[in-house]
């Protein structure tokens, strides 16, 4: 009986993925922070050792705290949405227009980040949008009635998750 090479590729995968879950656990790692890291990108375990190390040093600080209850905000809201597609001339709001604006620069100063492997200093630039997505959620309605409007908020939310899953599914954490 032949097996589908891809088909092995995927159970050999899978099977190296749990030692490395196992691995972490025995490191004395939580397992929701370990997935958050693996189930986004399990190619470079050195990698993923330090990102799940920073994440678990990070969590305890109340910056992050602050960060994962924006992820949740966020993700409640774009339910799977993938259309990343943002027009300015629909922003109705100042701190839409703020939120874009800051979103883009941080998007810069993350990926110069995770290129050069500082990620504890790719989370202190994601801390920087905490303030500025309270803000947002608290003035305005994305689900607006006009769909056009609607549509680009979740695109810009959207944006700001994917920002968020560089390196690691953050809304995986408990």
């Given amino acids: 009986m032949k097996t589908d090479r891809a088909k092995v590729e995927t159970d050999v995968l899978d099977f190296l993925k749990q030692r ?14 370990i997935l958050s890291v693996l189930d986004k ?9 330090e990102i799940v190390r920073v994440i678990t040093e990070k969590l305890s600080k109340d910056k992050m705290q602050a960060l994962l209850q924006a992820v949740k905000r966020v993700s409640n809201i774009m339910k799977g949405s993938k ?20 979103s883009k620069k941080v998007e810069e100063e993350a990926e110069k980040a995770i290129k050069e492997k500082e990620y504890a ?54």
């Fill in 20 to 33: 490395i879950i196992n691995v972490f656990t025995d490191m004395k790692y939580r397992k929701d922070v």
């Fill in 41 to 49: 990108d399990a190619d470079n375990i050195t990698n993923a050792l």
């Fill in 83 to 102: 259309d990343v597609t943002i027009k300015e001339k629909l922003f109705k709001n100042d701190i839409e227009k703020t939120l874009y604006t800051e």
């Fill in 121 to 174: 200093d790719y989370f202190e630039k994601l801390f920087t949008l905490v303030p500025t997505i309270d803000k947002y959620f608290d003035t305005v309605i994305v689900m607006d009635e006009d769909k056009s409007v609607r549509d680009n908020r979740i695109g810009q939310l959207t944006y700001i998750m994917n920002l968020f899953d560089r390196i690691a599914y953050l809304n995986k954490l408990d």
